[in-house]
């Protein structure tokens, strides 16, 4: 007998789409080994009690809001994310019964490349890159959008013959459905196999008319951990919108204030979409406001003044777009630092340009 036993807690995501009024989650504890993988989780709980999910070589699943192939260790996963998995589809408005999605949506989207794909390579795409379609939020924000894997087979279809250039650039540049409406999967999948941000650069670089977009990885912010703080904010919610916002989160606490963990703070608000669509970066800073807004935040804290020229200078334009009211203050990391050290002077800190008023200090 194996002692080396470890337990998982997991709910699972359960629906019928023939049965079902409205999915739910059906709890249950997991021996599992550094062995087994996300699948042999998954065939466990099906040997106490049957549920629908794709074989070994097509099983996708979505966990704790990251993006795994379910060949994952599951001791990776957990030194990811903790022992308690909420385990789900990859798209649940594509779910017809249980973790199994109707994926013609995907299906349809590789037909625009018919004419430069043999059938064998049609029926390769028809499962290669389903985790990098269904992963990207973009797919949730704007459903016409042509999808990652259109990205990585029009770049495998130019590695393989340059000839085919303009005529594949023309359809992953459709103004409504194009490349622009990309928006980063580095915080959404658990690997990023076919590195879809370096397909993403190349491909702009391809296009004259991006070509002043490429660069768009913008610098880490220098956090300090030992700041002295002489400010606290006990008794405050604050949320923070930031990718790499693990270190922050100690500043936060370290303020004596609530910390309000947010779903939506790894969302990429693809500032390159504003070429084409002048809506679709705000509909995503909508969904972090809402969040934070729900949670009752006091303010929320975003990176830099490139998220405050969205999240504060564009608030009421948010508020508009999703039909809710927000007035939710926002504040940088840099203006937060200031505020702990013990400045007072809205005007030195910059609070005094922006469109929420902060009414905290």
Known sequence: MNKNLDTLEIKLFKFNHSVDYLPYYKTYNIEYTQDESIFDILNKIN????????SFEKCNVKINNYFFSADILVSDVVNKVGNELQVEPISLYRVTNDLIIDTKDYDEKIELFDSFLTKEEKNTYREKYKLEYYSSLSMIINKEYIGDHCLLIANDILEKNAIHEK???????NKDTGILYHTSLKARLFQNKYDVESVYEKLLSKI???????NSVRKKSDINEDIEITQYFKGFNIALYNKEGCLFRKV??????TYLHLDSRRYDLAFNSSLVNKEF????????????????ADFLIVKDEADLAIFDAKQRKIETIINR???????TQKEFEMLLLGEKDTSKIGLDKHKVKVEFI
Request: proline share 2%; hydrophobic share 40%.
């Open 208 to 214: 004259k008319t991006y070509k002043n977009l490429q």
């Open 325 to 331: 009211e927000i007035k939710l203050p926002v504040i």
């Open 167 to 173: 005529a594949i650039l023309d359809i992953i540049t």
């Open 47 to 54: 040997s106490y009690e049957s549920f629908s999910y794709e």
């Open 281 to 296: 970066s705000l509909k995503i800073a909508g969904e972090v406001l809402l969040e934070a807004k729900d949670k009752n």
């Open 252 to 257: 936060i606490s370290k303020s004596r204030a």
